[in-house]
T-cell receptor, first 113, second 114 residues
Framework: DAKTTQPPSMDCAEGRAANLPCNHS???????VYWYRQIHSQGPQYIIH???NNETNEMASLIITEDRKSSTLILPHATLRDTAVYYC??????????????FGQGTRLTINP | KAGVTQTPRYLIKTRGQQVTLSCSPI?????VSWYQQTPGQGLQFLFE???????NKGNFPGRFSGRQFSNSRSEMNVSTLELGDSALYLC?????????????FGPGTRLTVL
């Protein structure tokens, strides 16, 4: 699986959009970009994933550059409850029964009131 | 639908002992994975099971083992505990309908080894 690079920490004001970048310059053609977050002392929570098109769900939007070497997770209206560590993970479609997530250090996002 | 449940939530053991942690996946999910989280190493993959067979394994010593039952519930065992085994152990489940589906994590079991 390709390696990802994320800033160790970011701050964002409550109510503003939080934009979390991720670099994955060695991503290969069949690898997807996944985002998970982990609120303090809880298990990670899936947010969104995508291959090459931009994706949006009720939690966030994922913007992937055309060359797929980087992506941005957007939380459109951040709240205090979005304070968490956000992990960008690149993962291929291994065999159906052999999948694992390789977590980096993630970005610690702090939402300030 | 109930989420992934893990028992116990907290555990204190001493060096040399062994421990068994339990995970019940979301109903209908057939795959269970285990992860270890420590402040120094972060989140690391331990192993994945489905259909009662280990399908993938991370880089951990043989003291770490697991199994899965016919109802998809899983247990992991750590023998001869070391201080460095103190960690949050997370279980995740996923359905096997497709290669790219997300994993659903439980709240974890926090193991302290004294």
């Amino acid at each position: 699986d390709a390696k990802t690079t994320q800033p160790p920490s970011m701050d964002c004001a409550e109510g503003r959009a939080a934009n979390l970048p991720c670099n994955h310059s060695t991503i290969s053609g069949n690898e997807y970009v996944y985002w998970y977050r982990q609120i303090h002392s809880q298990g990670p929570q899936y947010i969104i994933h995508g291959l090459k098109n931009n994706e949006t769900n009720e939690m966030a939007s994922l913007i992937i550059t055309e060359d797929r070497k980087s992506s941005t997770l957007i939380l459109p209206h951040a709240t205090l409850r979005d304070t968490a560590v956000y992990y960008c993970i690149v993962k291929g479609g291994e065999s159906e029964g052999a999948q694992k997530l390789v977590f980096g250090q993630g970005t610690r996002l702090t939402i300030n009131p | 639908k109930a989420g992934v449940t893990q028992t116990p939530r907290y555990l204190i053991k001493t060096r040399g002992q062994q421990v068994t942690l339990s995970c019940s996946p979301i109903s209908g999910h057939r795959s269970v994975s285990w992860y270890q989280q420590t402040p120094g190493q972060g989140l690391q993959f331990l192993f994945e099971y489905f259909s009662e067979t280990q399908r993938n394994k991370g880089n951990f010593p043989g003291r770490f083992s697991g199994r899965q039952f016919s109802n998809s519930r899983s247990e992991m065992n750590v023998s001869t505990l070391e201080l460095g085994d103190s960690a949050l152990y997370l279980c995740a489940s996923r359905p096997l309908a497709g290669y790219y589906n997300e994993q659903f994590f439980g709240p974890g079991t926090r193991l302290t080894v004294l």
